[in-house]
């Protein structure tokens, strides 16, 4: 069975980091590319981030230089460093593969105020 469990989500101002982690239980996080996505109020989920398991990362435009991946084998985890922190960053983050095979866990509100 498949499961992602997101954590590290919080409330912060603008400018601020946060560092979000991914539990990947099962598998596939072995053998598949792990990506970030986020979902806006009112808005589709998109693509932050994604890692192949060779570690080639490909970011968001509006994240790059703010935004790190990384994933951690030996602990099935994935990773986002979010630093410089904006309101528009504010959504719910999830992870799984990449492309999404839909294994959509709770997920972690992020939320930036101005």
């Known amino acids: 069975q498949v499961r992602f469990e997101e954590s590290g989500g919080d409330l912060v101002q603008s400018g601020g980091s946060l560092r979000l982690s991914c539990a990947a239980l099962?598998?596939?996080?072995?053998?598949?590319?792990m990506a970030w996505y986020r979902q806006a109020p009112g808005k589709e989920r998109e693509l932050v981030a994604s890692?192949?398991?060779?570690?080639?990362?490909n970011l968001l435009d509006a994240v790059k230089g703010r935004f790190t991946i990384s994933r951690d084998g030996a602990r099935n985890k994935v990773y986002l460093q979010m630093n410089n922190l904006k309101p528009e960053d504010t959504a719910v983050y999830y992870c799984?593969?990449?492309?999404?095979?839909?294994?959509w866990g709770q997920g972690t509100q992020v939320t930036v105020s101005a």
């Open positions: 799984d593969t990449a492309p999404s095979k839909n294994h």
């Open positions: 890692i192949t398991t060779g570690g080639e990362t």
């Open positions: 099962g598998t596939i996080f072995w053998y598949n590319t």
